[in-house]
């Protein structure tokens, strides 16, 4: 492995599985229960906007409590160890990165812990619901809304993700079945890059074949281990 500096991480479902929370594509996963065109979609909260909060009211209800588990440890560990350029971009919306020690976190998909006002575009801490049209606390108009972003909308922080890529030394993916652009582009533009790219995931990805390496496993064996290995252990 050449000589690493700067590190881009791409997390997905599959990191937050151990933590108890549903992944979406994989047996038993939360597209298997609901159809994200009904419920997670721009033209669906377009249609039936009390459909969808109902339904993110109900997601932020059940990840509010969950605790992270050794793979999100370990990135925590390598947040604060390594001298390095890291970051962490997460397609998750749970807090577990944070829960678990890391800083350099980015939330591509939004995240649970805020709410977005499209009126007036304030970004407020949210452990409420939305359902119940609640006033925005900024500027009280009922627009508030899961701070999360829906298909058809456009991902937050490319301006910093694909920078970050550019300068990369290891592109590393973890829990995440490649399905979902642009987060499954991030490692063919890695590889045009030259970076080197390295796949930590319970089973193949749609994905799996553009990586130099792939390791299959659990992310709470997986990623310990890796960056047991990185910090040179
Ligand atoms: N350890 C490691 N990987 C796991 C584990 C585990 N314990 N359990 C499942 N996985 C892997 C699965 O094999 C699968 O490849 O995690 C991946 C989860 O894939 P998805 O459920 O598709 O989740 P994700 O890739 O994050 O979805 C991307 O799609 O619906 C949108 O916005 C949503 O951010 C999400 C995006
Ligand atoms: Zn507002």
Known sequence: MNSINNIVILTGAG?????????????GGLWEKYDPAEVAS????????????AFYDMRRGTVGEKEPNPAHHALGRLDAEWQGGLLIVTQNVDNLHEKGGASRVLHMHGQ???????ACDARPEWSGTFADRPP????????????????????????????ALRAADLFVSIGTS??????????????????????????RSDGSHWFDETRLGPASELVPAWVEELLGG
């Open 178 to 203: 490649g399905a979902v652009y642009p987060a499954a582009g991030f490692v063919r533009d890695a590889r045009d890059l030259g970076v080197q790219t390295l796949e930590l995931n319970l089973e």
């Open 136 to 163: 925005c606390p900024a500027c009280g108009s009922p627009s508030l809304r899961p701070d999360v972003v829906l298909f058809g909308e456009m991902p937050y922080h490319l301006d910093q993700i694909y920078p």
């Open 42 to 53: 721009a033209e669906a909260f377009a249609r039936n906007p009390d459909k969808l909060l």
């Open 112 to 118: 649970h812990r805020t709410a977005w006002c499209p």
């Open 15 to 27: 990191i937050s599985a151990e933590s108890g929370i549903d992944t979406f594509r994989t047996a």
